[in-house]
């Protein structure tokens, strides 16, 4: 079977780093994606980490960890527009099947 | 378009009644997919298609549940005799199809279903 974990609110203020973990149960995994979906939006592609490490797009920074089934996302310099869900998912099986987290509530505070 | 187009954005029905749901996806995508949406909850898995066969119906919640997808293009969801857990909101997605790893999906603005 397939599930991620990741909490489901954070809270940062704007100009600050804040990091969004990911953890996975995932048989055939691929890779992990993360998504940002504003209020009323549909979800939009951020970032795809399929080896170990930190992948840099900008502000936002993603992370992986296989032996440890483990993500991150990171955002730096935060602004009020990032507030937003976001969403971890999980690569797996010969078509490339995803499966989403829960998502995490992201609000930015001034 | 240059995107996932869906139809209706927004379906309110009585219970009981049948809906369909029309998704358009990017010209050239051979990869479509239904999610189903809640409210503040998490992208729930539905059915895949790759051109017009669907290997993975495995999300349908229940046999009221189906779609299909003609000429390899657009895809309609469809919900017999609704019932009010069935409100969500419904999203698609598509992409080449090709298994390039890690491949984007790029998703549809939804179709917002209410059922009374």
């Known amino acids: 079977g397939q599930s991620l974990e990741q909490p489901s609110e954070v809270t940062a203020v704007e100009g600050a780093i804040v990091q969004i973990n990911c953890t996975y149960q995932?048989?055939?995994?691929?890779?992990l994606s993360w998504y940002q979906q504003h209020d009323g939006g549909a979800p939009t592609f951020l970032s795809y980490?399929?080896?170990?490490g930190l992948e840099e797009t900008g502000r936002f920074s993603s992370f992986l960890s296989r032996s440890d089934s483990y993500g991150y996302l990171l955002l730096q310099e935060l602004q009020m527009k990032d507030s937003a869900s976001y969403f971890c998912?999980?690569?797996?099986?010969?078509?490339?099947?995803?499966?989403f987290g829960i998502g995490t509530k992201l609000q930015v505070i001034p | 378009g240059a995107g996932v187009s869906q139809s209706p954005s927004n379906k309110v029905t009585e219970k009981g009644k049948d809906v369909e749901l029309r998704c358009d996806p990017i010209s050239g995508h051979t990869a479509l997919y239904w999610y189903r949406q809640s409210l503040g909850q998490g992208l729930e898995f539905l059915i895949y298609?790759?051109?017009?066969?669907?290997?993975?119906k495995s999300g349908l919640p229940s046999d009221r549940f189906s779609a299909e997808r003609t000429g390899g293009s657009v895809s309609t969801l469809t919900i017999q005799r609704t019932q009010q857990e069935d409100s969500a909101v419904y999203l698609c997605a598509s992409n080449l199809g090709v298994m390039v790893e890690g491949e984007t999906q790029y998703f549809g603005p939804g179709t917002r279903l209410l059922v009374l």
């Open positions: 998912a999980s690569h797996s099986g010969g078509y490339q099947k995803v499966t």
């Open positions: 995932t048989s055939g995994f691929y890779g």
């Open positions: 980490n399929a080896l170990d």
């Open positions: 298609f790759q051109g017009n066969s669907a290997p993975d």
